[in-house]
């Protein structure tokens, strides 16, 4: 079966250090990859795409990988700051299978301590 | 700039009633989309409409319709609601012929069904 994995666990860091969140699929073959920002209540925000042949992609204090071959995407906020407090979203895109819509895992909740 | 907006923001009902919500995309943004998110899910992907037309369905019960009219903007049409349908609905927008979309998310409707 189809599935998106994030950690379900929260992820606490201490600010200044760097965020690493893991997104592994299976059974897709997306042709990109996107990571959301969700704040409490509040509707996904885009942060970052990459696509299939791409490797890595960076924006200001982001930077996301792709593997295609381990299924999996890493996305790394660095010198990490309280304000980066959030769920983070990965979603999939298969535009080839007709589809337009994202396909979300469930995201991972991000808390940076001062 | 303008966002996606949605109304309304918080409904209360009760098991068996309608409910309608309703989204305004982005000006000249061409598809929307309805997603439903319960408390720590993912967003499921429930419909989504191109040009006015739809044009890919998800998870959408059939006690749920949906329509975009002629100014774009869509409505979700809800009936004989049931507990497991409170959740969070957000409608998002994208726009344009890349094959890889961002959407652009409303800040959602909050429903309770009691």
């Known amino acids: 079966s189809q599935k998106i994995e994030q950690n379900s666990e929260a992820l606490n860091i201490q600010e200044g250090k760097t965020a690493t969140l893991t997104c592994n699929y299976t059974?897709?073959?997306?042709?990109?990859l996107q990571w959301y920002r969700q704040d409490p209540g509040r509707g996904p925000v885009f942060l970052l795409l990459?696509?299939?042949?791409?490797k890595e992609k960076r924006k200001e204090r982001l930077k996301v990988t792709f593997d295609t071959t381990l299924k999996q995407s890493l996305f790394h906020i660095t010198a990490s700051q309280p304000a980066d407090s959030a769920t983070y979203l990965c979603a999939l895109g298969q535009p080839d299978t007709g589809r337009r819509a994202l396909t979300f895992g469930s995201g991972t909740r991000l808390q940076v301590q001062p | 700039a303008a966002g996606v907006i949605q109304s309304p923001r918080h409904l209360i009902k009760e098991k068996r009633e309608t409910a309608t919500l309703k989204c305004y995309p982005i000006p000249r943004h061409d598809t929307v989309y309805w997603y439903q998110q319960g408390p720590g899910q993912d967003p499921q992907f429930l419909i989504s409409f191109y040009e006015k037309m739809q044009s890919d369905k998800g998870s959408i019960p059939d006690r749920f319709s949906a329509q975009q009219f002629s100014d774009y903007h869509s409505e979700l049409n809800m009936s004989s609601l049931e507990l497991g349908d409170s959740a969070l609905y957000f409608c998002?927008?994208?726009?344009?012929?890349?094959?890889?979309?961002?959407?652009?998310f409303g800040s959602g409707t909050q429903l309770s069904v009691l």
């Open positions: 990459i696509r299939e042949n791409e």
């Open positions: 998002a927008s994208s726009a344009g012929q890349d094959r890889a979309e961002k959407l652009f």
């Open positions: 059974n897709y073959s997306p042709a990109y």
